[in-house]
């Protein structure tokens, strides 16, 4: 009966939705802030304002920028810090930035 529950419990663990992700917390670990502003204000123009932008555009643009589709502006000082941020933790924090 012991191996059973802990079967079970170790299925459900695996089955369960991964928790969401804390665009916040992403958005400062990706030290997004240092160029974007705290919570995507951006105090220079040189560096866009995100926050207030919707989700989607934030995200597609971000991603657009690491996979080298959107190569004007800033774009190619931005790639190499995109680079390793995954699509699911760009839309965290473009859904942290839309909420601003």
């Excluded at 160029?35 to 643009?61: D, F, M, R, W």
Aim: a positive charge; glycine letters at 8%.
């Amino acid at each position: 009966m012991k191996k059973l529950i802990a079967t079970l419990a170790l299925a459900a663990l695996f089955a369960a939705p991964a928790l969401a992700l804390d665009g916040k917390a992403l958005y400062a670990e990706k030290a997004c802030n240092s160029c974007h502003g705290e919570a995507g204000a951006s105090v220079t123009s040189i560096y866009p304002k995100l926050n207030g932008q919707t989700a989607g555009y934030i995200a597609t643009q971000a991603i657009a920028i690491r996979d080298g589709v959107r190569k004007s502006g800033m774009s190619a000082i931005m790639k190499p810090m995109v680079a390793s941020i995954s699509n699911e933790e760009m839309e965290a924090i473009a859904d942290y930035l839309a909420s601003k």
